[in-house]
């Protein structure tokens, strides 16, 4: 099972984009979906899950208010809405699927990942 990131792009600051997750391959479970972002250089960065069903969403402070995850558990998709975008959101954003609980702002709970997405804000 792999998981298919897509959406990202080049934006100004300011701008709005959305950032799809859809898995290839058979994809079953009551699966957390997590967003995560990653420079060069630099560690992965926790920016927000949604919990299995989609109850409940938890977002890194750094975006709190501007990012918006949301999920179609019929489909499998997972969206990560960006809004008023800032030049520190640069970053591949990376989508992953894990089981249970604990902190979900851990990258080592997820089981699946996807390759990553660039998405890239220009002043």
């Known amino acids: 099972v792999q998981l298919v990131e897509s959406g990202g792009g080049l934006v100004q600051t300011g701008a709005s984009l959305r950032l799809s997750c859809a898995p290839s391959?058979?994809?079953?479970?009551?699966?957390?979906m997590g967003w995560f972002r990653q420079n060069q250089g630099k560690e992965r960065e926790f920016v927000g899950v949604?919990?299995?069903?989609?109850?409940?969403?938890y977002y890194a402070d750094s975006v709190k208010g501007r990012f918006t995850i949301s999920r179609d558990n019929a489909n499998n998709m997972v969206y990560l809405q960006m809004s008023s975008l800032k030049i520190e959101d640069t970053a591949v954003y990376f989508c992953?699927?894990?089981?249970?609980?604990?902190?979900?702002?851990?990258?080592?709970?997820?089981?699946?990942w996807g390759q990553g997405t660039q998405v890239t804000v220009s002043s």
């Open positions: 992953a699927a894990g089981l249970g609980g604990g902190d979900l702002s851990r990258s080592n709970l997820y089981t699946y």
């Open positions: 949604i919990t299995w069903p989609g109850a409940n969403t």
């Open positions: 391959g058979r994809f079953v479970g009551s699966y957390n």
